[in-house]
């Protein structure tokens, strides 16, 4: 599926990421006029959500479309060497048709980012609902409306010599895939490096007299650190969709990186795993494919063990309206198994540990 759930730069960044929790944890306050609840409240998820940016970002899919070759991945893409306790194997891809030695790096960037994530996450989640009625007695609804958000942080330190490129390949669409193994729990020494991984996924559903309209934000931010250097390696990757139309920006070093408007299309000679694993379509990329299903995947097996939930409703001649608050938190830890290739969609197998 394409995700069926459905600046200066760090200035944008650290706006999405402070504001978001402070509010939440708040107890809603029943005031006196319902309209005036839903208002605020919708205002408020709005502003943490930064929602209305997604108005500014729409762009139109290009009326021409080159389909490129089929892109034929190795095995060790689709089937993984096993990770254990001591030892953690990913994949990173870079965006199509950079320079090769900064696609190279970056594939390698998000390569130990995905290490990160899989060794240790926290992940938290915010979901509000909303229910308006027209009439009470014939309970025709005039609008509900679902918002999501989810972050998921990892951050983890290694020695230099515990991470590893072990095979890279490049595409016929110039894209950097690099196998990478990171080994775990060893003491720290003087030459570390330190990445730090944050990914947020926000999404909500609407409905007004039978009309639906759906928004999906993804953003997937990390940062390389090491002892020896002081200038950091860092890279940004968003996508942003509203009902049929889909953009997405890349950023590597604080430059962004030119997107491919052209369709790919992707093939492998081994096809395993189960069709029902989540999914995204893979005529955008590689990396769009799987970092979002990757996201996905953990917002999917997060069922959240610490949960505080507030709610309310008001009740008039005419109008009922309710709304409820769920926010969680949970630590989190997976493998990464192999992907799966089937009618140019991506499928990920991915074990969750906890």
Same mark, same amino acid.
């Given at each position: 599926?394409?995700?069926?759930?459905?600046?200066?730069?760090?200035?944008?960044?650290?706006?999405?990421?402070?504001?978001?929790?402070?509010?939440?944890?708040? !107890?809603?306050?029943?005031?006196?006029?319902?309209?005036?609840?839903?208002?605020?409240?919708?205002?408020?998820?709005?502003?943490?959500?930064?929602?209305?940016?997604?108005?500014?970002?729409?762009?139109?899919?290009?009326? %021409?479309?080159?389909?490129?070759?089929?892109?034929?991945?190795?095995?060790?893409?689709?089937? *993984?060497?096993?990770?254990?306790?001591?030892?953690?194997?990913?994949?990173?891809? %870079?965006?199509?048709?950079?320079?090769?030695?900064?696609?190279?790096?970056?594939?390698?960037?998000?390569?130990?980012?995905?290490?990160?994530?899989?060794?240790?996450?926290?992940?938290?989640? *915010?979901?509000?609902?909303?229910?308006?009625?027209?009439?009470?007695?014939?309970?025709?609804?005039?609008?509900?409306?679902?918002?999501?958000?989810?972050?998921?942080?990892?951050?983890?330190?290694?020695?230099?010599?515990?991470? !590893?490129?072990?095979?890279?390949?490049?595409?016929?669409?110039?894209?950097?895939?690099?196998?990478?193994?990171?080994?775990?729990?060893?003491?720290?020494?003087?030459?570390?490096?330190?990445?730090?991984?944050?990914?947020?996924?926000?999404?909500?559903?609407?409905?007004?007299?039978?009309?639906? %309209?759906?928004?999906?934000?993804?953003?997937?931010?990390?940062?390389?650190?090491?002892?020896?250097?002081?200038?950091?390696?860092?890279?940004?990757?968003?996508?942003?969709?509203?009902?049929?139309?889909?953009?997405?920006?890349?950023?590597?070093?604080?430059?962004?990186?030119?997107?491919?408007?052209?369709?790919?299309?992707?093939?492998?000679?081994?096809?395993?795993?189960?069709?029902?694993?989540?999914?995204?379509?893979?005529?955008?990329? *590689?990396?769009?494919?799987?970092?979002?299903?990757?996201?996905?995947?953990?917002?999917?097996?997060?069922?959240?063990?610490?949960?505080?939930?507030?709610?309310?409703?008001?009740?008039?001649?005419?109008?009922?309206?309710?709304?409820?608050?769920?926010?969680?938190?949970?630590?989190?830890?997976?493998?990464? *198994?192999?992907?799966?290739?089937?009618?140019?969609?991506?499928?990920?197998?991915?074990?969750?540990?906890?």
């Amino acid at each position: 599926m394409k995700i069926h759930v459905n600046y200066s730069f760090f200035q944008f960044f650290i706006l999405i990421l402070l504001p978001g929790f402070l509010v939440c944890q708040e !107890s809603i306050k029943k005031e006196n006029s319902g309209d005036f609840n839903y208002s605020k409240f919708k205002t408020e998820f709005e502003k943490e959500f930064g929602e209305s940016e997604l108005i500014d970002f729409e762009e139109k899919e290009s009326n %021409s479309k080159k389909v490129f070759s089929k892109t034929k991945l190795p095995n060790w893409v689709i089937s *993984l060497p096993a990770s254990n306790s001591s030892v953690i194997f990913a994949i990173g891809v %870079s965006d199509p048709g950079m320079n090769i030695d900064s696609a190279y790096m970056l594939a390698t960037l998000r390569g130990k980012a995905m290490c990160a994530l899989l060794s240790s996450s926290k992940i938290s989640g *915010l979901s509000d609902y909303f229910i308006e009625e027209k009439d009470l007695q014939s309970g025709d609804i005039i609008s509900s409306v679902f918002k999501e958000f989810n972050k998921i942080e990892s951050g983890v330190s290694f020695n230099n010599s515990d991470f !590893s490129v072990v095979n890279d390949t490049l595409t016929n669409n110039n894209e950097v895939i690099v196998l990478v193994s990171l080994r775990l729990n060893n003491m720290l020494l003087d030459d570390t490096t330190n990445i730090q991984c944050v990914g947020e996924l926000s999404s909500s559903y609407i409905k007004r007299n039978k009309r639906t %309209s759906n928004t999906y934000r993804a953003d997937f931010y990390a940062e390389e650190r090491s002892s020896f250097e002081k200038s950091d390696n860092h890279c940004f990757f968003i996508v942003k969709k509203k009902d049929d139309q889909l953009a997405f920006k890349s950023y590597y070093l604080g430059n962004q990186v030119p997107v491919n408007q052209n369709t790919m299309s992707y093939f492998s000679n081994t096809i395993k795993g189960d069709s029902t694993l989540p999914s995204c379509e893979l005529d955008r990329g *590689l990396w769009y494919a799987l970092s979002s299903v990757l996201l996905q995947s953990y917002v999917l097996n997060f069922h959240g063990s610490d949960v505080i939930q507030s709610g309310m409703t008001d009740n008039y001649t005419k109008i009922s309206q309710d709304i409820s608050r769920v926010l969680s938190t949970k630590e989190m830890s997976a493998r990464l *198994l192999g992907i799966v290739i089937k009618n140019n969609t991506l499928y990920l197998n991915i074990e969750f540990l906890n």
